[in-house]
Every structure is written in structure tokens, then in C-alpha cells.
């Protein structure tokens, strides 16, 4: 199953997390997959394609023996990840999946997660896959979602409070609240079989939903 949702080229990263089988990479030829440290393994071990591959490389030992090799220094202040969404950003691409990303380290997965953040304030989109779910984050922007039956769906504000959050679609509504950072209000809302819509005027959210609920469109326009 593709989980590229995009008409337009996308950036690929995988990075040193954990491997989950159900979310497969499937790169186009106009796509462009880099390999942050040793994400390069997990690519190599799926058999995709590795277009680059970047890192200070202290989780392989090691710089991989590759034509594009980025090496980064260990002492730095991007994480691999972060520096290669910003080689994603420089190439022109807009939308970037993020694999591999969660899981293992708790610092890292939180790191992932600010680089979603980061990608939602550069008027981008970022989809990084768990196990059976996926996380984005919206800044100042909507999520629109086709008819899901069921399925479970959570939002946290991120970074501050989030004004005029609103809610369509799902089990539980909002219409223009205020989100905050420190109580999780948004958690465990379900999906009921019609097409869903949330939306923040001011901030920034991170929505956790299933693998099955793709996003109807991919405007990064202002919602």
C-alpha cells in the first residue's frame, strides 16, 4: 500500500527509530529519499532507494560507503533529522515522511516531534509514522480527512496555547476553543464514518491519527 498521498514529489527521510511493517515505502522517481544516519540500515535492509544519505554517524560506527555521503559533525545543534529536512527544504520540497523516527530513544521521538512543529512554521507538511498511526502537525493551517469508519483520533497543542480550534466530523466537536499545552483535552476523540476537519486559527497542533485516514488534500495554505 502506497502511503505517499501527494500528486507533487515528496521528500523521504528514515532515520534510526524503530521499524514498523505497516508503513511500507514506496518512493517515486520524482521523489527524493535520504537516508539520516542509520536510517541508511533500514532502508538498505527494505531495499529502497537511498538518494543521500547524512549524519555524524555515531549510531553505525561509521560513514556508509554510498556516492552521496553528507557527514555531519557529532557536536552540532541539528539533530540528523532536523539537518536533513532543511537539505529536503533547500531542494524546493514541500511535503516530507518521516520514517523510522519514533520509538528507541524518548529524547529522539521528541525531537521528531518539534521537527514536525518546525515543518508546520516553514508553511510544509511532515507525516511521521508510528506503529499503525501517523503524527502531523498543523501551524496556523487544517487537516481534512476522506470518511474513516472508525479509528482513533488526538490533537495536543504544541509549543503554547492554540486559539480558535475547531473540530468537525469526529465524535467529539469543538468551534473556535482554546487549546493548551498543559492539559489533553484533545485525546482519544474517534472517527465515525464521515469526512472529519480540524482546524486552528492561531498555533500550532499535533494530530495522532490511523495509518487508513489519509488526509483529503495537502494545502499548507492558511485554513
Known sequence: RRLLFSMKPVCIIAGAGDFYEGAPIAPRAEDFVIAADAGYTALCRRGVRIDEVIGDFDSMGRAPDHPNVYRLPVEKDDTDMLFALRVGLKRGYREFHLYDGVGGR?????ANLQCLAWLARQGCRGYLYGDKCVLSAIYNDCLRFRPLEDGI?????????AHGVSIRGLKYTLD???VGCDFPIGVSNQ?????????VRQGVLLAVYPLEAQ???LSVEGA
Open 106 to 110: 524518548l529524547d529522539h521521538t521528541l
Open 153 to 161: 483520533f488526538s490533537l495536543f497543542a504544541h509549543g503554547g496555547t
Open 176 to 178: 473556535g476553543a482554546d
Open 191 to 199: 472517527f465515525t464514518g464521515g469526512p472529519a476537519q480540524v482546524w
Open 215 to 217: 488526509p483529503q488534500d
